[in-house]
Nanobody, 122 residues
């Protein structure tokens, strides 16, 4: 059984940085595509970033500011967030898909964490 647990959220000022972490429990982590999504109040869940083998993907709103990485030996995936903006405020979810992907789509991800809150104030 696969489980994901996020950590690292918090409240920061605009322009600050945060690093989110997600630990994976289960087998075959290295074969999973791992992703980050976010959901702000009243909005749909939005794709943020994904890493599939060595390929990385980013949503347009975070390109150049966020960086996804993974450590397969530790079953960890990270999201380094820089130059945070108030519009980045959301609950951030870690997600996993048990296959390589070419185009990140929310429906590809079958395993989800509980989420971690990120609040950016101006």
């Amino acid at each position: 059984q696969v489980a994901l647990v996020e950590s690292g959220g918090g409240s920061v000022q605009a322009g600050a940085s945060l690093r989110l972490s997600c630990v994976y429990s289960g087998r075959a982590f290295s074969s999973y595509t791992m992703g980050w999504f976010r959901q702000a109040p009243g909005k749909e869940r939005e794709f943020v970033s994904a890493i599939s083998w060595s390929n990385t993907f980013y949503g347009d709103s975070v390109k150049g500011r966020f960086t996804i990485s993974r450590q397969n030996a530790k079953n960890m995936v990270y999201l380094q967030m820089k130059s945070l903006k108030p519009e980045d405020t959301a609950v951030y979810y870690c997600a996993g898909a048990p296959f390589m992907i070419q185009t990140p789509k929310i429906e590809s991800f079958s395993v989800w964490g509980q989420g971690t809150q990120v609040t950016v104030s101006s």
